[in-house]
T-cell receptor, first 111, second 113 residues
Framework: NAGVTQTPKFRVLKTGQSMTLLCAQDMNHEYMYWYRQDPGMGLRLIHYSVGEGTTAKGEVPDGYNVSRLKKQNFLLGLESAAPSQTSVYFC??????????FGPGTRLLVL | SQQGEEDPQALSIQEGENATMNCSYKTSINNLQWYRQNSGRGLVHLILIRSNEREKHSGRLRVTLDTSKKSSSLLITASRAADTASYFCATDARETSGSRLTFGEGTQLTVNP
């Protein structure tokens, strides 16, 4: 099993550009999450999903959108990137919040 | 704001010593978890302790939970250079109905060989 994978691993964007980050899991988990991690800070929840077709806002949802059309995939979109969105983005999945399995992260630089 | 706050922010010890990290949180919880993050990697789950448990062990890890003080501690015994990483506590708060975790800011542990 691949576990949780994230695409791409690294991306550079110009301010105003858009992009989509893809998270895929092969563990048949119901719950999926998108976090961002900034230097010296813990993980902050952006959006999450408790099942296929559902999404919910987390702690810092502004500037991001998500979709969960298939159970195994969770997409994070940035419609108009801003320098403040420079961060490392982590996806995670779980059967419940008891144990989350994390992907390797996507480093995003917005110039 | 973060539910969990780790203390200290950074800890440097020698190989073989014990490392203790603390976590405080604000609301009632279902459980509390500890995760490790090696540099440049995703987080890895270490151990979970339920709200009705006071202490739990896993190998060289010992976790305690004091719900009256809303605090937890992670003890790593006989530390190794490979334990160098950031350690995060995460709480499953009752107010969010078990749908998500809230992570603290982490403790950066450096174990010197």
């Amino acid at each position: 099993n691949a576990g949780v994978t994230q695409t791409p691993k690294f991306r550079v964007l110009k301010t105003g550009q858009s992009m989509t980050l893809l998270c895929a899991q092969d563990m048949n988990h119901e719950y999926m999450y998108w976090y961002r991690q900034d230097p010296g800070m813990g993980l902050r929840l952006i959006h999450y999903s408790v099942g296929e077709g559902t999404t919910a806002k987390g702690e810092v949802p502004d500037g991001y959108n998500v979709s969960r059309l298939k159970k195994q995939n969770f997409l994070l979109g940035l419609e108009s990137a801003a320098p403040s969105q420079t961060s490392v983005y982590f996806c995670a999945s779980s059967y419940s919040p008891r144990t989350q399995y994390f992907g390797p992260g996507t480093r995003l630089l917005v110039l | 704001s973060q539910q969990g706050e780790e203390d200290p922010q950074a800890l440097s010890i020698q190989e073989g010593e014990n490392a203790t990290m603390n976590c405080s949180y604000k609301t009632s919880i279902n459980n509390l978890q500890w995760y490790r993050q090696n540099s440049g990697r995703g987080l890895v789950h270490l151990i979970l302790i339920r709200s009705n448990e006071r202490e739990k062990h896993s190998g060289r890890l010992r976790v305690t939970l004091d719900t009256s003080k809303k605090s937890s501690s992670l003890l790593i015994t006989a530390s190794r250079a490979a334990d160098t990483a950031s350690y995060f506590c995460a709480t499953d708060a009752r107010e969010t109905s078990g749908s998500r975790l809230t992570f603290g800011e982490g403790t950066q542990l450096t174990v010197n060989p």
